[in-house]
């Protein structure tokens, strides 16, 4: 069975009397065990997906439209108490983007992680203890880190640690938000390497929020470009990458120079301009206007999702054409030639 499905999601934000379509008809999949990527700019909606799943969005953030079935049962339908018996750590867990939200500055990390595991099963503190020590040596870090506070650690040493306490219940799907930001390059691997064995180990999914290309193209196995609050590609990661069919995906992996090993491309080049306004979407493809390829069409007709085989599915009225896109996408001339807007 799927694991999870997103169906139709819409979610906003009401903020100065407008509102703000953050994420406006997402539709995604995640098998048990797999690694999804959700990639995309700031302020594409990325974050906000993943909150809606375990109600943690902000208070004037709600869940508009869609369905969100996980194990066949829609979370949208949970009231707060279903959620926190049910859900929240024992099948999905969260690690935020910055690791020291997730732990609490005055507690000894071994705390931490006891309390999570005695406030949602019956073990004994004896036994919790045990598991927090077995916890942190599966994230490869000493026993007598139970005993620090987590500003007594390094920043990738906190993170093992939130890791070890999204372990905590054995969840069958753990969320993570830009999980690497802020860590030195080596840190960041050593950590994307721990979340690719301990997924290995204990057989979770895994939906990776990020902005890095080079993050997605590491440790997932499928990839969703987001774009403006929608999903502009969806596929299996090779073919996303190597297959493009979304001038967006064409972009951004123009901006990631570690992609780029070996190509021919002139230079690196970032998407000019910057995203559309979600308090007031324009027509047709919310891409147009950083777009080089736009058309007429784009300007007012929004793109159908279409599918290019091998559940590989792509927002544009023009997948026909993307063999040329890729080619002519290359040249950061091309990127660099349109205005943006906004
Ligand atoms: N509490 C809020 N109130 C109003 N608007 C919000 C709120 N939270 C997010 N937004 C808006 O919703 C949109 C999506 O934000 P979100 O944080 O989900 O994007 P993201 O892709 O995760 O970006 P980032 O990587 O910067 O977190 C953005 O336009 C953002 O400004």
């Not at 995604?28 to 993943?50: A, D, H, R, W, Y």
């Not at 206007?289 to 007012?300: G, I, K, L, M, V």
């Amino acid at each position: 069975m799927t694991l999870l499905e997103i169906e139709n999601l819409g979610v906003v934000y009401e903020e100065d009397g407008a509102t703000i379509r953050a994420v406006d008809g997402v539709d995604l999949s995640v098998e048990p065990g797999e690694t999804l990527g959700i990639v995309g700019e700031s302020g594409s909606g990325k974050s906000t997906i993943i909150k809606s799943l375990i109600d943690i969005l902000d208070s004037n953030g709600s869940v508009a439209d869609g369905e969100l079935r996980f194990k066949g049962d829609d979370l949208t339908q949970f009231s707060n108490e279903e959620l926190n018996d049910r859900i929240r750590w024992k099948e999905i867990s969260y690690i935020p983007q910055n690791a020291m939200a997730s732990l609490d500055p005055v507690y000894r990390i071994g705390s931490q992680i006891v309390e999570v595991i005695q406030t949602h099963t019956e073990a004994s503190e004896r036994d919790a203890m045990d598991r927090a020590e077995e916890l942190l040596n599966n994230v490869g870090l000493d026993s007598e880190r139970l005993y620090d506070y987590p500003h007594e650690l390094s920043g990738g040493q906190r993170q093992r640690a939130v890791i070890a306490l999204a372990l905590a219940l054995e969840p069958s799907l753990i969320l993570a938000d830009e999980p690497t930001t802020g860590l030195d390059v080596v840190i960041q691997d050593e950590i994307l390497k721990l979340l690719s064995e301990i997924q290995d180990e204990v057989n979770c999914a895994i939906v990776l929020v990020t902005h890095d290309m080079s993050v997605v193209a590491e440790v997932a196995d499928k990839i969703a470009v987001m774009y403006g609050g929608r999903v502009m590609e969806f596929g299996r990661t090779s073919s996303v990458f190597n297959n493009s069919n979304h001038p967006y995906t064409i972009g951004l992996k123009n901006a990631f120079p570690s992609l780029e090993r070996g190509s021919s491309k002139s230079r690196l080049v970032s998407i000019p301009g910057s995203p559309p306004d979600l308090r007031d979407p324009p027509m047709g493809c919310r891409f147009k206007a950083r777009c080089p390829f736009a058309t007429q069409e784009c300007d007012s007709v929004e793109p159908p999702t279409v599918d290019v085989g091998d559940g590989q599915r792509a927002k544009c009225h023009y997948t026909d054409q993307a063999t040329e896109f890729r080619q002519r996408g290359e040249s950061s001339d091309v990127w660099l030639a349109v205005e943006g807007e906004q």
